[in-house]
């Protein structure tokens, strides 16, 4: 049901590309290689929008979050951080 409500609210959401140039804050877009949910276009699309946008494609990865890839994940959001704060 949870899902169903999530649909629901991503159907009624108005368009906020317009808004995404506006943003100041360094962006890190993850997406999973093999998400069935969200396509690499829609994770190219916001790194165009978002002044400063970086990708980083997890291989393998689906939609979910799964344990196998934590470790991964705090890895590449270390990196991230770090990059920001030596700025």
Not at 31 to 56: C, F
């Amino acid at each position: 049901q949870g899902q169903l409500h999530q649909m629901y609210a991503i159907a009624a959401a108005e368009d906020r590309s317009t808004r995404l140039p506006l943003l100041t804050m360094p962006t890190l877009i993850i997406q999973g290689e093999q998400d069935p949910l969200i396509p690499m276009s829609a994770a190219m699309q916001l790194q165009a929008l978002i002044p400063d946008a970086r990708v980083q494609v997890i291989p393998k990865l689906g939609h979910e979050l799964e344990d196998a890839y934590s470790g991964m994940l705090v890895k590449v959001i270390r990196a991230h951080l770090a990059a920001v704060r030596s700025r």
